[in-house]
């Protein structure tokens, strides 16, 4: 599978441009994310569909073997114990197909980062 390349402005175009199988694990992990983020805006940014909050919250993508969850360094170290059977790094998360998503956990883990992010906004208003 080819990963996208400069052609999309939206994430409904972004989500087209892949194979039937995986643009259904791309509208249920944006559906998941919009529950734990009602109020947050939908955007592309760094060419990946994006979730954004008082800043960005998380960021998802396709890739050949996975789908790639980017909830920024701080919700991988929070939900570090949870996170052992996936590949990770300082930033991302990789479900590999075949494999189920655990959406419950992605849902946890944006509600998480929509409290951060609101809090870093409420701290920074009182400064």
Do not use: C, W
């Not at 955007?43 to 969850?69: C, D, E, R, W």
């Amino acid at each position: 599978m080819k990963e996208p390349k400069n052609e999309f402005h939206t994430i409904d175009a972004y989500i087209a441009l892949f194979p039937t199988k995986v643009q259904k694990i791309l509208e249920e992990m944006r559906a998941v994310i919009k529950t734990a983020a009602p109020e947050a805006e939908e955007k592309i940014s760094y060419q990946m569909p994006t979730f954004a909050q008082k800043g960005n919250l998380v960021h998802f993508a396709a890739h050949k073997n996975h789908i790639g969850f980017y909830p920024n360094p701080s919700g991988i170290d929070k939900f570090r114990a949870e996170l052992t059977e996936y590949e990770t790094s300082k930033g991302a998360i990789q479900f590999p197909y075949g494999k189920p998503i655990p959406y419950d956990l992605v849902r946890r883990i944006v509600a998480f980062r929509v409290r951060e992010n609101l809090e870093k906004a409420e701290a920074k208003k009182r400064r």
